[in-house]
């Protein structure tokens, strides 16, 4: 039973194969090598996530948090509608130019 739980502890960990745990961002790699230039050998490091709680809302900061995302999201489409629309006058412009320079002929 113990050399099974040791046995276990070792695969996990890397260690029985040698296995490198090679860190560059949030891009981690297992290598059987040294960790390559850019990456940072994090072996035998404990990296756990943290994870917070989110803190309990009250209806109206639950409306309030929503309103705001809301309004982000219109300014945002907003933007994206004025940018669309200058798009389409600059083409009318150069339709009008180049039917004016080539008018068609009947």
Known sequence: MKLTIILA???ASGSA???TKCRSGTKIVYLNDVCPAGYTDITGQEHGENFGIKPILTPQQREA???K???AWGRENLA???DTQAEMEQLER???RN???HPLKQ
């Open 80 to 82: 994206r509608r004025k």
């Open 99 to 101: 039917n004016a320079l």
């Open 17 to 19: 194969c040698g296995t």
């Open 9 to 11: 502890l070792l695969i």
């Open 65 to 67: 948090a929503e309103r």
């Open 94 to 96: 150069e339709i009008r």
């Open 69 to 71: 995302r809301l309004e």
